[in-house]
């Protein structure tokens, strides 16, 4: 589905996607909450037709919050919470004149790749439902693969919006740290939590960066660079661009098929006159980012989550003094796989360790974004299949082992998160059905040029509004 | 043996904006429990702190009056443990880079002047209020966010009068510059002390023991002298300080163990990740420095320099920020510094005590005094009618109209004056007979009748002067 697909017929277009909803729902498990339209549609009626998402359907990853909208994160311990504010993106999706349908499934409080350690359960890949859809914006993902919706938002901390549009298929972008706010999006890292959105097309991700990117006075880290219109000026000419393929994600990946499309896609562009050229960073620098990131993210994280404890709102279970209430909270509220990543990053923030985890990693992130930076003054942009497989089945994907394959193919998009450059994933084939992606990375708060590269991958690969409905 | 007392005091300060330190909510006493908060206040899930530029600008002049070195880049950081009263599960402070550093202030000391010098001041939000209630606690979130700073002393005094002149110069001093409005009976500055003795000359602390929240600057001296007591009896008979909290109890003024310190806790601080360091604008800072409110040393100077007060008068001036303001007010329409000084000091604040009026419902005007005063010294009234129009303008009158309705304008006029006392001359034959065979008495009379016939408006003075020329002319 594209925006342009629709029409300014609200009902008709809201009925299209809610009808697809139930069923939908029935094979992707994607759903955590739907939307009851009517209130919405009545409130869009008044507004000018002109507007960017004027009747349009959309959904919302479950950790971003909705005033008066069940908002659970996919944790046991939200089950109940129902927020009093919208988070900036909502506010900016309604002035924008867009209809939410369905908040969507991820792994709980986006702590995982996988989506499998959801509250409500996993959430099943479009093109093969007993495949994963990955994670953590999974449901997200999936719903816009299915061609329920052309658009949904996710957040994406390590690398949560770029993997599971991988595995399912579509186009999920993950702007500049500080081009879109985060205020109302319940967060896991807060220095490297991004929010972003799954399209089907290049030129639908261009027009919706115009509609949510700005800065919020609500989030000090959002950014007064000025906001452009990306889908005017978006041009497929990338002659004379300079891109980098990441050498050491390519040579570690084993499934020749994913190689051969990705050195297929280089040839077309080389054709196209972009100058690419195979770069290598250093390995022991990019093995690293997986430890560097678990331990930057769950330390921030143990403190973001601090404030669910069952006291003031969520899930409380009793117990005989506030701290048992606490802590019977937490421990009822949270999964192991939540539990344990506050244990990690507690640890690493204890006096005694601080300096040589937490503060250490610290210092390996500048490193590595120094690193990755000199790659950026040289080209344009960075270039990678953005997974070594496709989906994986569940019991695939549990096992984190410590290969090169896993250490720097499956989490290099990390470098995305660690830098706060823009980074956007979109399909480049199909292997045994199921599709495959590259990323590709840009320079900070240049997305214009990024988009540009990737509408001409786009046109390469012919894998533009590609659906489990309209499939090619 | 003699015990030297060190004494070190930590001071949170609760900063007069508007609004709270990370959100948009106001910031206000009371008002009904928990209708001044937001999601940000409740520490809901997915929002994010936005500084309050003016509080940084608040704990600037906190910095700057107290001479501390300002650190222009700006950083936070997360203090973190679990409370009912923290709704984050956070606390935002500046651990590890604090606003300023390294500053002092100079206190009063039967001894002369001290320097005590300063280790920090930090920018930090304040807690929720709880309330223990035997059917359960009860958490009003108003003051959450609140801005704070926290001022932290080297250990440089050494008894109680020192704590408490500290703690009263640097309450007067944020008052003055508008930082707080240092009510320490509110909690809106709450003061902490560290206490520890060790032997005369040695230069090794002892075990210190910390009295929370000491809510008045008498209770400051009283809980630094018990606990000296408590501790010098203590070592005196072979036992050890233990490091300890306590608090100071009103009613018995004695010092009460709260709890001891098992080790220390780990706050797991780190570097707060929504908020970037942020480098405050040098022409910011000094466009600060060159507002910052007269402090009161300054104006107890001009008071003595430039004014000629005693020291008694130009301290007891400065104490009450109101009064001083008031004076500064009145001399800003009259020359007449140290009648002003006395009329403010002395008479107007009489009213008020008597009255039991607040500054703030003072009725007279400082211009009106101020009037008053030069009617004065233009003779236009005597000290004895100036009585009377100082009542009328304790009421909020107009000096000039009540001078009018009363009729009491003094004449000054000799031509004037001359005619009365020929007058009063010539009805009293006996009294200028009485005066010639020296009885001094008779001068009062004629004096007395001269204003009798004048209703009081005659000017005593040139009354006086006159009917002793004119006596010695019959």
Redesign the interface.
Known sequence: MRLSDFSKDIEKNVDLSVSKLNDAQKKLNAIVTMIEPDEQIKEVKEKDPALPLYGIPVAIKD???TKNIR?T?SSRI?DN?V???D?TVIKKLKEAGAVMVAKTSMDELGMGGTNLNAYTGKVNNPYDVKRISGGSSGGSAALVAQGVVPVALGTDTGDSIRKPAAYCGVVGFKPTYGRIS??????Y???LDHVGYFTTNIVDAARMLSILAGRD?????SSYEPVDDYEKKLNSDIKGKKIAVLENVMSSIQDERIIQNFNELVEKLEKRGAIVERIQLDDALLQTLLPVYLIIAN??A??N?????G???GMREEGKD??EI?INSRTKGFSSAVRKRFVLG?YS???EN?DKL?RKAQKVRRVIVNEFKKVLDEYDCVMASAASTIAPHPEESVGEKMSDTYLVAENFMVLGNMSGYPSLTLPSGFVEGCPIGINVTAKAFDEQTLLNICKAVEEETGLENVTVEVQR | MNYETIIGIEIHCELNTNTKMFSAAPVRFKEAPNSCTN?ID??????????NIHAVELALRACMGTHCEIDPLVKFD?K?Y???DL????QITQQFHPIGKNGYLNIQTKDGMKKIRLNRIHMEEDTAKQFHTSSG?LVDFNRAGTPLIEIVSEPDMRSGEEAAAYVEELKNMLYYLGVSDCKMEEGSMRCDVNISLRPVGSDKFGTKTEIKNLNSISNVQKAVDYETQRQKELLENGGVVEQETRRFDEATKTTVLMRKKEGNV?Y?F?PE????PILLDESWIESIRNSQPELPSQRKEKYMNDYGLSEYDASTLVQTKELSDFYDEVVSHTKEYKLAANWCMVEMMAVLNKENIAFKDNPCSPHHLAEMIEMMKANEISSKQAKTVFEEIMKGKDPKKVVEEKGMKQISDPNEILKLVTQVLNENPQAILDFKNGKGRAVGALVGAIMKLSHGQANPKLANQILNEELKKR
């Open positions: 950790n971003i919050t908002t994160a939200l919470y927020p009093v504010y988070a985060r205020y109302g999006v319940i967060p890292a807060s220095s006075d609500h989030d000090m880290t330390a921030e143990c403190a989550h601090s404030n669910l404890d006291v003031r709102f506030l701290e606490m507690s923030l204890f006096v601080q937490f | 999601e409740l520490g809901m899930p997915g929002t994010l702190p936005c500084l997360r973190n679990y409370y009912s709704p984050k599960g956070f606690s780990d797991k780190f990740p929504n908020i970037f």
